[in-house]
């Protein structure tokens, strides 16, 4: 018998998760393109709606990225050219650029150990007279220390801001992220818990005059048509993208139930192997696992294996945000965020999406569990 190449393993697959809902996105779809109303359409208003109500807030805002959301609330909050706003080395690199986009000076706080998240302990200590908000990041789909970080935050007299752009449906105490903080940034990115078929955003808010703000804004300013009242941009969600989005919504709580099975099934398979899983949520804490995170001291030895059979992987993320050539001019050099610097060094996400197969699981987790017997 000939041998034969085993099938790829994906890192993400985003066809099994559209093939259930082909035809009612091709009917919203129609409709859409039907109506004619591309741009902030009936569906739009409806999806914030219903985001609003999914989230429990009292106002969302489609916008066109979560890269947007986070820069439009920084606006709408008047942070900018002379503010300081605190968040952690280890994100994604636009949890930064909004802050440097709104023309302030984004300052790093260092991450826990355990979780990968903003340590209030950091935050205390990196905090500046000039900061006027902290970005929490709810990275992996895990939630943040939200009650210490709320309390430094309150103490210090400073906004807390949620980049959720990875946590959509994750909860705190029994209560969604997103509601916690002045607003929150979401991210409809395909590849996320909650994607379109491009790029979308949201923000979620309880506060009256930010979300009147963040209306203006994503629209140039506007209060009616050609009244400009701010100087704002072209920063809306289109209708396509929220019509996908209603009818991808309703799913969302049993796509992190799946997301968090897999997570459990990783976490067996892996418990007696050389692989760090990630830590469980705490109690009160919640993980709705965006990513799987795992480490390893021999990283490219590990990816090299997984490579070899077939199986993709990512890295989230390989070099901490003050070490990225584009922040070299803050001048943080190694050492700055030790935490931060060492988990980039030895993580490794594997394949995580709520359809991936038990057969795809254990192909990794074979290979995983083989590999640590050869290393060791
Ligand atoms: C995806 C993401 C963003 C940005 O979202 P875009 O829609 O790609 O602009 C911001 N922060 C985090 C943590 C993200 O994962």
Redesign the pocket.
């Known amino acids: 018998m000939m041998s034969q190449m085993p099938d790829k393993v994906p890192f993400l697959d985003l066809h099994s998760q559209l093939a259930p809902l082909r035809d009612e996105i091709d009917t919203a779809i129609r409709r859409v393109v039907d109506s004619c109303g591309f741009v902030l359409g009936e569906d739009v208003r409806a999806f914030e709606r219903e985001f609003a109500a999914s989230i429990g807030s009292r106002h969302a805002l489609g916008v066109d990225?979560?890269?947007?959301?986070?820069h439009l609330i920084l606006r709408g909050l008047g942070i900018g050219p002379g503010d300081d706003v605190l968040l952690p080395a280890n994100?994604?690199i636009?949890?930064a650029e909004?802050v440097s986009l709104a023309g302030a000076q984004p300052i790093f706080a260092d991450v826990d150990p355990e979780t990968h998240l903003l340590d209030p302990a950091s935050v205390e200590r990196h905090l500046t007279p000039q900061t006027k908000a902290v970005i929490v990041?709810?990275?992996f789909g895990r939630t943040a220390a939200l009650d210490e970080l709320l309390t430094v935050c309150r103490r210090r007299g400073v906004h807390l801001i949620e980049?959720a752009?990875?946590a959509h449906g994750a909860t705190y105490r029994g209560r969604r992220v997103g509601t916690f903080g002045i607003a929150a940034?979401w991210?409809?990115?395909p590849g996320?818990n909650l994607g379109a078929f491009g790029?979308?955003?949201g923000v979620t808010t309880d506060d009256d005059s930010l979300f009147q703000a963040l209306v203006e804004l994503r629209d140039h300013g506007q209060v009616r048509k050609y009244e400009h009242h701010r100087i704002g941009c072209t920063g809306r969600l289109d209708t396509l993208q929220a019509a996908v989005l209603r009818v991808k919504l309703p799913h969302l709580d049993s796509w992190n139930a799946a997301r968090r099975r897999i997570a459990a099934r990783y976490e067996t398979s892996l418990r007696d192997s050389e692989i760090s899983t990630p830590a469980p949520p705490r109690p009160g804490e919640d993980h709705v696992y965006?990513l799987y995170v795992v480490r390893h001291p021999q990283r490219s030895a590990v990816a090299q294996a997984l490579t070899e059979n077939q199986i993709g992987f990512g890295l989230h993320y390989p070099v901490p945000i003050h070490r990225t050539p584009a922040y070299a001019h803050l001048g943080q050099g190694p050492g700055s965020f030790p935490v931060s610097e060492r988990l980039a060094g030895g993580i490794l996400s594997l394949p995580m999406y709520p359809e991936l197969t038990e057969s795809h699981l254990e192909r990794v987790t074979d290979v995983l569990r083989r590999f640590s017997l050869v290393s060791g």
């Open positions: 990225s979560g890269t947007s959301a986070l994100s994604f636009a949890s909004c990041v709810h990275l980049d752009c990875q940034a991210s409809f990115y996320k790029d979308a955003g965006h």
